[in-house]
């Protein structure tokens, strides 16, 4: 693995372009765009505070930046490098701001989620969303960019609603059976939206595009539950991982669940296959054929290291998260299918890996620690 | 009295008149008594049956004496009777005495027998009260046994019940800890939302006091230098009811298209299934069928009869099915017919089980005729698996070497192929070409030889001719009786030429320089020396014919050449002898070869 020389980014800015030709960094309130092949800075742009937050357009053509202590929002193109865009939230505030799926709409969220105000770069209008809710997973956009399902509270009830992108028009507005929803997701193809109710409560419900309720689904009651859910990219399964450290997966027919995958943490399962990278510190990486446990310990000095197939049983070393505490770091925090949803890597436990991320062929698996990061190779079959 | 005295008295044999003639004794006052005690005692004894009386009237000593000693045992010896003076009667006073005693003693039996009996019937009463009190406690001992025994299952049970109630309870606090534990991440999850939430309402408040505190209202507006242009490049539209129309119909066309493609994969995934089940109940029937002739017994042939029949119906109803594929009732039909032949297929193979085990059990041996054992059969199985693996090698070789023989590769290789068979032969033939050669050269030799020795003989023959003629013409002019001195001499260096000649001929593969010196050593002297001179006289006269001589000539000159030495038509026979010998030597040469 070569590197390259480093460069100086704050807060964690640094996105590559959709398109894979640019790199752009954000230096307290400087926006460089590198190209990625020389990284010879291309463009250089100045914000009027330190970004908070920067994004790429989904065309690669702009990029957003956002200061929420000043509650703006400056848009700048590739194109056109004195083209400048400048969205102004006033008094109100600004905690998020984000592209639409066009790259020509700018969603931006209030302070305590009072509205969303949607500015249109073609022709400077705005739409507002009154009441959306501070949760989880409060809005999403289908993988196609057509619509948006946005969670919203009103009364002491929740209530989701769908818009068209195209020109943010309301196409359903409807309940849901939730105490306190969560999150939304989409389904891969956008028919489906999965809707998971607060932690106290185990609950997923599935509505159609339309707004129909398809079906219900709850594993248990009174303890803690859904932490998240995942869409295997064919939208033909759905994983929900919860508190109790198991995973459970529905199938898109009957809704019903089809497999339950536990995190014990005796390893003793014949086809697991426990990787320990061999090292100061040891690290213990297990994979099955679909689910994988991952610990990463952090470690200073981490040079060279190696990783030996585990004899089993394998004790993974386990800790107590206090329970007295909201949000106990204990269950499956985090979820990825592969691309060909053969595969499912999962997460258990409060180990420090911050994010799984399958490559788009699906055999490769990058696991991000906070200091570390691990790539993982799944066996593929001989090509004939 | 006296007479009276004489009446019979015996206290064991007395019949009832006798008794009641006893009874007429007048006795004391006490008479009566005892009359009653007679009677009582006389009552018993009436049980028995007539005995003969005890005295008679002849018999009174007898008698009285058998009385006396039967007193004297009963240890009555003081009283004893007598007869009276005069013989005619009994003394009455010890008579009386001795009734007296044995009254009394009847009485004290009496009693005794009384008190006997009181004591056996209390006795009998005791036994009977004791049975009775041991058969009831015998009862009581029963029941309270049958009490304890369920009074034990009675405590068992409830120890269970305390067991099952004990770990109830013990479930039950695990459940109220659990609870409890829920219970408590609960109320942080709820105190932590609402500590959140307070916190931002305080925030809104403050926020809120601060705008109504501050007077300027920052606008929120948006600077673009220049509006950009629609990503699909299309212009923006309007919003109406059209539109909304529009939007309407499009989420319906994708939620539509969804269902199709689903309904499109779940058809495609219906109709493999069904394949694969038409598939697997071809196969079944297929399985149950051929086992028809190996069935044993009437029921499994029934079965199998009838699951042959139905397969055949089914199979007719299959190709029906094909046809409504959709149809509900063919599914179930489909289904239905398959769970009937995958339960036939159970019982065939738990049949075949059963009778697997029974021909493993080594008493049931004439029910394991028909069927062939396991280990017998994975035997056999092997062994035709190493037959059928060898039978392969060889085929396989037999084609390489096939190959090889009929296409060789290029041409040198053919060749060197095609001659490698025959170099065995070649070489062979080579071998003996050679020997050939060699005996063809040697024979030549010889033929040489024997050419020149012809020549030379014949060159000694016309020496020996002409000097034969010479020694005639000085035999005819020299007759005299001392020949025979000469002769051997001159026979002696004829016999030389010649016999050098013969010995050429007859020792075939001796060189010719060998024979001349052969022929040195021969005994022609000898032979010549007993020669008769009669037989030279009639040679040299020819009195004896030549075929005679030629004969004797001819097997001289194959056995004994000292014959042939007298002879003077040697040379002419030698010569033919030569020829002769001379061909079968060159005859003999050639026919080896």
Redesign the interface.
């Known amino acids: 693995m070569n590197f390259s020389e480093l460069f100086k980014q704050t807060n964690q800015l640094c996105r590559l372009s959709p398109d894979g030709k640019y790199l752009a960094t954000c230096v307290q309130y400087r926006l460089v765009v590198r190209d990625v092949n020389t990284l010879q800075i291309l463009h250089l742009y100045t914000c009027l505070d330190q970004v908070l937050h920067m994004e790429w357009s989904?065309?690669s053509l702009?990029i957003l930046c956002a200061m929420y202590k000043r509650?703006l929002v400056q848009v700048w193109?590739l194109e056109q490098p004195?083209?400048?865009?400048?969205?102004?939230?006033?008094?109100?505030?600004l905690v998020s701001s984000r592209w639409s799926p066009?790259?020509?709409h700018v969603l931006n969220t209030t302070?305590?989620h009072l509205r969303v105000?949607v500015?249109s770069?073609?022709?400077?209008s705005?739409s507002y969303i009154k009441y959306p809710k501070a949760c989880q997973k409060g809005m999403d956009f289908s993988a196609d960019g057509?619509?948006m399902a946005l969670a919203e509270r009103r009364e002491c009830k929740d209530y989701i609603s769908v818009f068209?992108c195209?020109?943010w028009?309301l196409?359903r507005h409807f309940e849901t059976e939730t105490q306190d929803l969560a999150g939304v997701e989409w389904s891969p193809?956008?028919?489906v939206l999965a809707v998971w109710d607060t932690?106290?409560e185990y609950k997923v419900l599935l509505y159609?595009?339309?707004g129909r309720l398809l079906s219900t689904y709850s594993a248990y009651e009174?303890?803690?539950g859904i932490k998240t859910i995942a869409w295997s990219p064919s939208s033909q399964f759905l994983a929900i991982s919860s508190y109790d450290e198991k995973v459970r997966i529905l199938n898109?027919?009957t809704w019903k669940k089809i497999a339950e995958f536990e995190h014990p943490a005796n390893i003793s399962s014949t086809k697991a296959v426990v990787y320990r990278e061999v090292e100061k510190c040891p690290v213990v990486v297990s994979e099955d054929l679909s689910s994988s446990q991952i610990t990463v310990s952090s470690s200073l000095f981490n040079t060279q290291s190696k990783y030996e197939i585990c004899q089993l049983p394998v004790q993974v070393a386990v800790l107590k998260p206090d329970?007295?505490?909201?949000?106990?770091k204990v269950g499956v925090s985090l979820l990825a299918f592969s691309a060909n949803s053969r595969y499912l890597a999962t997460k258990n436990g409060c180990f420090q890996v911050l994010s799984l991320l399958w490559h788009c062929s699906g055999d490769s698996l990058i696991l991000l620690g906070k200091e570390q990061l691990c790539l993982c190779y799944m066996e593929t079959e001989e090509q004939k | 009295m006296g007479d009276q005295c004489g009446m019979t008295m015996t206290e064991h044999t007395l019949d009832a008149k006798e008794i009641s003639s006893i009874s007429g004794i007048t006795m004391s006052p006490s008479r009566q008594y005892g009359q009653t005690t007679l009677h009582s005692s006389l009552s018993l004894h009436k049980s028995y049956s007539g005995f003969s009386p005890f005295c008679s009237e002849h018999s009174v000593t007898q008698c009285i004496s058998y009385i006396n000693q039967e007193a004297c045992s009963l240890g009555l010896g003081t009283v004893c009777i007598d007869l009276c003076l005069g013989g005619e009667g009994l003394k009455a006073v010890p008579v009386l005495n001795l009734l007296y005693e044995l009254l009394q003693i009847n009485r004290r039996h009496q009693k005794a027998a009384e008190e006997l009996e009181t004591q056996q019937m209390k006795n009998s009463s005791d036994m009977e009260h004791l049975q009775h009190s041991h058969s009831r406690l015998k009862d009581q001992l029963e029941h309270t046994r049958r009490e304890n025994s369920g009074l034990h299952e009675g405590e068992r049970q409830l120890q269970l019940k305390i067991k099952t109630l004990q770990r109830c309870l013990k479930s039950e606090k695990e459940e109220v800890q659990k609870?409890q534990?829920?219970i408590?991440?609960?109320a942080?999850?709820?105190?932590?939302?609402a500590k959140r939430k307070e916190r931002?309402c305080a925030?809104?408040k403050e926020?809120l006091n601060q705008?109504l505190v501050?007077k300027r209202?920052?606008?929120?507006?948006?600077?673009?230098?220049?509006?950009?242009?629609?990503?699909?490049g299309k212009r923006?539209?309007w919003?109406t009811g059209k539109?909304?129309a529009r939007?309407?119909g499009?989420?319906?066309k994708?939620?539509l298209n969804?269902y199709e493609a689903?309904q499109r994969a779940?058809m495609v995934e219906n109709t493999e299934l069904k394949k694969v089940l038409q598939q697997m109940k071809r196969d079944m029937v297929s399985i149950l069928s051929p086992k028809k002739p190996q069935a044993r017994g009437e029921a499994s042939d029934d079965s199998l009869e009838q699951v042959c029949s139905d397969g055949e119906e089914e199979m007719c109803e299959a190709s029906r099915e094909c046809v409504e594929q959709s149809c509900e009732q063919a599914r179930e039909k489909l289904t239905n017919s398959i769970r009937q032949q995958w339960r036939r297929l159970k019982c065939h193979m738990e049949r075949l089980d059963s009778q697997a085990s029974l021909v493993s059990a080594p008493d049931r041996e004439g029910e394991g005729e028909e069927l062939i054992s396991r280990q017998v059969h994975e035997e056999e199985v092997l062994r035709m698996r190493l037959e059928l693996q060898q039978c392969r090698d060889f085929i396989q070789t037999q084609q390489q070497l096939w190959q090889q023989l009929s296409s060789p590769c290029d041409d040198e290789t053919a060749a060197l192929l095609s001659g490698c068979y025959t170099l065995e032969e070649k070489e062979r033939l080579k071998e003996e070409w050679r020997l050939f050669q060699e005996q063809k050269r040697n024979f030549e030799k010889e033929r040489k030889s024997f050419t020149e020795a012809a020549i030379r003989l014949g060159h000694e023959k016309k020496a020996f001719e002409d000097d034969r003629a010479t020694w005639l013409k000085n035999q005819f002019l020299t007759m005299t009786p001392f020949v025979d001195r000469k002769r051997p001499a001159t026979l002696e260096s004829h016999s030389t030429a010649s016999s050098g000649a013969e010995a050429k001929m007859i020792s075939t593969p001796v060189p010719p320089a060998k024979s001349v010196s052969y022929s040195a050593f021969t005994t022609p002297k000898t032979g010549s020396a007993c020669v008769p001179s009669t037989v030279d006289l009639y040679r040299t006269l020819r009195l004896i014919p030549e075929s005679s001589l030629r004969s004797q000539g001819r097997r001289g000159s194959r056995q004994d050449f000292s014959s042939l030495s007298r002879d003077l038509t040697k040379p002419r026979l030698h010569n033919g002898t030569a020829d002769c010998s001379l061909l079968s030597l060159l005859k003999d040469v050639e026919s080896p070869t």
Not at chain 1, 323 to 328: G, I, Q, T, Y
């Open positions: 989904s065309d702009f509650g193109s004195d083209w400048h865009c400048k969205i102004d939230e006033g008094s109100i505030g066009d790259g020509r302070e305590f105000t500015w770069l073609c022709n400077k705005v057509r619509y068209v195209d020109d028009h196409l193809n956008g028919c932690c106290l159609s595009l339309d009174w303890s803690l898109h027919i329970p007295d505490r909201a949000n106990p | 609870l534990s829920i408590s991440s609960r942080s999850q709820y105190n932590h939302d931002e925030k809104l926020r705008l501050e209202d920052k606008k929120l507006a948006i600077e673009v230098s220049n509006p950009v242009g629609r990503s699909d923006g539209l919003k539109m909304e939007h309407e499009e989420m319906y994708a939620l969804d689903r779940l």
